[in-house]
């Protein structure tokens, strides 16, 4: 597996839990993870039978390169069999290229995973554009894709000509919906209403839309606060925005979080402006924590009923994002009963843990035998 997420070194972090789980299914998993030297990792083993490998990279651009090289070196030295192996990479990008690369040596079956839209017209920027070109390489190439929701699907399957199969991200509705609440945000911030987002200050969040939705909605209803919780690097550009808008105070920059149990069960409505998503987790959270929803059709939120589910709302809109707050905030009827449809829609929707790793299991054994063994 070919992964760029460091918190798989983080003892007792949901993803490296995560990869023990994966490594139950399999008889091995070598994990080759895109780092920098300043990250300081080192090669672990994280179970019995799951060692990561760090590529300790002098530079960025190099992690990709480190990776396939020392990818080639553990299937050559495990001795990996054609037929009963595979390699799975967590993107179709940087990721993707270095599985390319050792499967081009080998000859072993890829499977690559997508929890985005990299095709989206707004999946955009210089580095995003060299991660299209990338990536349309690494999916005709690919044996099989896993992707997050049926809408990714369809235009995923346009591209390749391998098997696209749907494998929702998984998530513990037990997990969410009992969590202790420690907190009022009402309380906290001294709003009537809380609007929550939850998302990386990342400009294809779009969180300016929903800043501007504020400003219009604080004109008929002025105790409505933003509560955004997430971190990244758009934040002093919002902050700069909430200035000039005069909202200082009644939007509120949480930065990101562990928990989120008193930020989704005490807000009164939630809000998702993005461009474009995979899949859509933290709506998901929202619902299950049974929070009314405002969105773009991105993602999961592509499959929900407009005005029966969640508001749906066009990109950029902060005038329609505006209008459906005030619709909620004037009706409470409404409000109820959009959030009791759109839990029992998310709901639906879910696959139990074991459910969820049977399929994942499933793919990578279909996925090994696309290559025979004797070939």
Same mark, same amino acid.
């Given at each position: ?22 490594? /139950? ?5 070598? +994990? ?41 070196? %553990? ?11 595979? +390699? =799975?990479? $967590? ?18 079956? *890829? ?23 990338? /990536? ?17 699907? +369809? ?8 098997? !696209? ?41 779009? *969180? ?8 219009? !909605?604080?004109? &008929? ?14 934040? @002093?550009? *919002? @902050? ?30 939630? %809000? ?23 969105? &773009?059709?991105?993602? +999961?939120?592509?499959?929900? $009923?407009?005005?029966?589910?969640? %508001?749906? !709302? ?8 505006? =209008? ?52």
């Amino acid at each position: 597996m070919i992964s760029s997420d460091r918190d798989i070194l983080s003892q007792g972090s949901a993803v490296s839990e995560r990869m023990k789980e994966y490594g /139950a299914l399999v008889k091995e998993l070598h +994990i080759v993870l895109l780092s920098d030297s300043s990250h300081r990792l080192r090669e672990t083993q994280l179970d019995k039978n799951v060692w990561v490998y760090p590529t300790n990279s002098l530079l960025k651009f190099f992690r990709p390169l480190n990776a396939a090289g020392i990818g080639k070196k %553990i299937v050559l030295q495990k001795a990996f069999v054609r037929g009963r192996s595979v +390699i =799975s990479a $967590q993107d179709p990008f940087e990721c993707g290229w270095a599985a390319l690369k050792i499967k081009e040596k080998w000859r072993l079956p *890829l499977e690559v995973q997508l929890h985005t839209n990299p095709f989206s017209r707004n999946f955009s920027g210089f580095q995003n554009r060299i991660r299209k070109l990338l /990536a349309r390489r690494v999916l005709r190439s690919a044996d099989s894709v896993r992707v997050v929701s049926e809408e990714l699907r +369809i235009q995923i399957s346009q591209l390749t000509s391998a098997s !696209v199969g749907v494998l929702p991200i998984y998530i513990d509705k037990n997990k969410i919906v009992s969590n202790k609440i420690s907190f009022d945000v009402h309380a906290r911030y001294g709003w009537r209403f809380a609007i929550l987002a939850v998302a990386r200050l990342s400009p294809e969040k779009d *969180l300016a839309t929903a800043i501007r939705a504020l400003s219009i !909605v604080r004109q &008929t209803f002025p105790d409505t606060g933003l509560l955004i919780v997430g971190s990244g690097k758009e934040e @002093r550009k *919002l @902050r700069s925005l909430t200035k000039k808008l005069s909202l200082d105070g009644y939007v509120e920059f949480a930065g990101w979080q562990e928990n989120l149990a008193s930020f989704y069960g005490t807000s009164n409505l939630f %809000i998702q402006t993005s461009f474009f998503e995979g899949y859509g987790m933290a709506l998901v959270e929202a619902a299950l924590s049974g929070l009314p929803v405002i969105t &773009t059709p991105v993602g +999961i939120a592509s499959e929900l $009923q407009d005005s029966l589910e969640a %508001i749906i !709302v066009p990109f950029g809109r902060a005038d329609l994002f505006a =209008s459906g707050i005030l619709d909620l905030l004037e009706h409470n009827q409404m409000r109820e009963s959009m959030r009791f449809n759109l839990k029992r829609a998310i709901e639906s929707k879910l696959i139990s843990k074991e459910e969820y790793l049977e399929k994942m299991k499933a793919n990578w054994e279909l996925t090994a035998k696309s290559v025979p063994i004797n070939k």
